[in-house]
């Protein structure tokens, strides 16, 4: 007979986990020592803030569950930043968590109890805000059984976060005879899932929808991700020769530079990319729900459902004509939809002579004339441009939350698919650094890390992680020493100012190394530097704090809606 932790531990394995993120606190300290006989690798960064990030990260990199680890009341707070964003950006992720239970003093003015009883807090509960799905067992085959049903629903359907509440001496018990009643599968056996596909009267319907349209463009968003669906999207495009637009989180799910590429939409996407989803007469949105960004808050001249046929394709029947009535849902994986109608073109001959002409105008939004000025401060528009520079196939790129995603999502044109990854399910900041170091450590990749000075202050230990780790991503920080958003808004809002932190002696401090730009002239060179360097590098680049985000990305479709609801 064995204990729970160490078939835990097993069964993470059959599972072929290879990373867990997190750090030791509580129940989860048995977890982590029998983690230690094992292959598995601990990523262990500075608090459980960043473990959950790395975690996400990885979940939404590899498409395969990211695995968190940790004390109840760490992972069911600090810890909740990358469970959020695993949720709404569908993200698969497993929480191994626990509910400090201290058996027959639980009860007792309890110290950190989780469970929710009166003195304590309630664990689940906040759990069950936050993810797909959770499970509180209590005893060894229940512990197992949910662990492998976490797995389960982390990519059943929609992917998303799951959580496992450990619970007491459940932990450390041994394992009954499995043969008994009720019965313990294996892991392997347990977790399998079906895709599921849209049926073939739809598939036909949406598919002479599109072989007729004489202005057809797609909408991809984050599901494309989700399924890996990079080959499908770029032959359907090619099939029914359609303009493809991007949302935020779907920038990157085709190469930018791509013949049928428009660019991102959304209040501060591309106008050109906007203007060519209000100009087409048949829409293909494929895994995005359309929220009030991508549609440029309901501005009533972007989409037109009474004048638009629209085709929505997700893998949840609900996502499909939420936003905009449909006129064909295509409900499946979107690798599944995407290939059903490659299947159905071939019953027609699409042709147009329209799509790749206007793809290549609105490509022409990915750069202004301030990519190339010599102004000091250094323009964020010259700073995305030189970023974008360096920035080849093979490089991963994490955007954080805040002005500096939206000059990143306008101007670096991604050159290869999958290559671009943005805090855009709930938009925390602090996300681009912790997500860039998981990218290092469990892949071969150059990864460069875009983020604000706020931002970047949040989780800059995470500097430190990478350096431990032995891995070099490049964090390049745009600073305005402010919030600069939000300042931007109204800059009579008290606490938008920051104290001007020397970014440079806190990479060395940490061991990484640390460089500090005011002036293009040595912009470029200085990035390239960063990006061959073997050891982790901060490139503090003072941007002009006046460059108004807003004013110089707003789309015309947002201004019309008196904009900035953000």
């Known amino acids: 007979m064995t204990t729970v932790s160490t078939e835990l531990v097993r069964t993470l394995e059959r599972l072929d986990v290879e990373y867990l993120f997190g750090y030791p606190g509580g129940r989860a300290i048995e977890l982590l020592e029998a983690v230690a006989e094992s292959e598995i690798e601990v990523v262990r960064p500075r608090d459980e803030r960043e473990a959950s990030v790395m975690a996400e990260m990885y979940g939404r990199l590899h498409r395969k569950p990211g695995v968190l680890t940790g004390q109840g009341p760490w992972i069911g707070s600090i810890g909740a930043i990358g469970q959020l964003e695993a949720r709404l950006g569908s993200s698969p992720m497993v929480v191994l968590t626990?509910?400090?239970?201290?058996?027959?003093?639980?009860?007792?003015?309890?110290?950190?109890?989780?469970?929710?009883?009166?003195?304590?807090?309630?664990?689940?509960?906040?759990?069950?805000?936050?993810?797909?799905?959770?499970?509180?067992?209590?005893?060894?085959?229940?512990?197992?059984?949910?662990?492998?049903?976490?797995?389960?629903?982390?990519?059943?359907?929609?992917?998303?976060?799951?959580?496992?509440?450990?619970?007491?001496?459940?932990?450390?018990?041994?394992?009954?005879?499995?043969?008994?009643?009720?019965?313990?599968?294996?892991?392997?056996?347990?977790?399998?899932?079906?895709?599921?596909?849209?049926?073939?009267?739809?598939?036909?319907?949406?598919?002479?929808?599109?072989?007729?349209?004489?202005?057809?463009?797609?909408?991809?968003?984050?599901?494309?991700?989700?399924?890996?669906?990079?080959?499908?999207?770029?032959?359907?495009?090619?099939?029914?020769?359609?303009?493809?637009?991007?949302?935020?989180?779907?920038?990157?799910?085709?190469?930018?530079?791509?013949?049928?590429?428009?660019?991102?939409?959304?209040?501060?996407?591309?106008?050109?990319?906007?203007?060519?989803?209000?100009?087409?007469?048949?829409?293909?949105?494929?895994?995005?729900?359309?929220?009030?960004?991508?549609?440029?808050?309901?501005?009533?001249?972007?989409?037109?459902?009474?004048?638009?046929?629209?085709?929505?394709?997700?893998?949840?029947?609900r996502n499909a004509g939420w936003v905009y009535p449909a006129d064909v849902g295509l409900i499946g994986d979107a690798k599944e939809s995407l290939r059903a109608l490659d299947r159905a073109a071939e019953a027609y001959s699409p042709d147009n002579d329209w799509a790749r002409e206007r793809a290549r105008d609105a490509r022409e939004s990915f750069r202004v004339a301030e990519c190339d000025s010599d102004a000091e401060p250094i323009k964020p528009q010259r700073a995305v441009a030189a970023i974008d520079e360096i920035v080849d196939g093979s490089t991963l790129v994490t955007a954080d939350s805040g002005n500096n995603r939206f000059w990143l999502l306008n101007h670096l044109q991604t050159p290869a698919r999958r290559t671009y990854f943005g805090s855009g399910g709930v938009g925390g900041m602090g996300w681009a650094g912790p997500a860039a170091v998981s990218a290092a450590i469990t892949t071969d990749r150059d990864v460069v890390a875009v983020a604000g000075d706020g931002g970047f202050a949040m989780t800059m230990t995470c500097v430190e992680t990478a350096v431990e780790y032995g891995v070099a991503p490049t964090f390049v920080v745009l600073n305005d020493t402010s919030l600069g958003m939000v300042r931007q808004m109204d800059d009579a809002i008290p606490g938008v100012e920051f104290h001007d932190t020397d970014f440079v002696r806190v990479a060395e401090g940490f061991g990484a190394e640390g460089t500090r730009v005011r002036s293009p002239g040595n912009l470029d060179e200085t990035l390239a530097a960063a990006k061959a360097a073997d050891v982790p590098t901060v490139v503090d680049v003072r941007i002009d704090p006046d460059e108004e985000m807003a004013e110089s990305l707003q789309s015309s479709f947002y201004e019309s809606v008196g904009g900035l609801h953000e």
């Open 98 to 317: 626990e509910a400090s239970e201290r058996g027959e003093y639980s009860t007792l003015a309890p110290y950190q109890q989780a469970r929710g009883d009166y003195g304590g807090f309630a664990l689940p509960k906040i759990l069950d805000g936050i993810t797909k799905e959770w499970w509180f067992p209590r005893t060894p085959k229940e512990t197992l059984r949910t662990t492998q049903l976490a797995f389960k629903h982390t990519t059943a359907g929609r992917p998303g976060p799951t959580a496992v509440i450990l619970d007491g001496d459940a932990v450390t018990a041994e394992v009954p005879d499995t043969d008994e009643p009720p019965a313990l599968w294996s892991p392997e056996v347990q977790v399998r899932n079906w895709e599921s596909r849209p049926t073939t009267t739809d598939v036909e319907r949406a598919a002479e929808h599109l072989a007729t349209a004489e202005r057809p463009v797609v909408i991809a968003g984050n599901g494309v991700h989700a399924a890996g669906a990079y080959d499908e999207l770029e032959t359907v495009a090619e099939r029914y020769e359609a303009v493809v637009t991007t949302s935020y989180l779907g920038k990157s799910t085709i190469a930018e530079i791509h013949p049928l590429a428009a660019g991102v939409i959304g209040s501060f996407g591309h106008e050109g990319a906007n203007q060519a989803v209000s100009e087409a007469d048949t829409l293909l949105v494929v895994g995005c729900r359309l929220n009030p960004m991508d549609t440029n808050w309901g501005a009533e001249s972007f989409v037109r459902p009474d004048e638009q046929t629209i085709i929505h394709a997700d893998i949840d029947s």
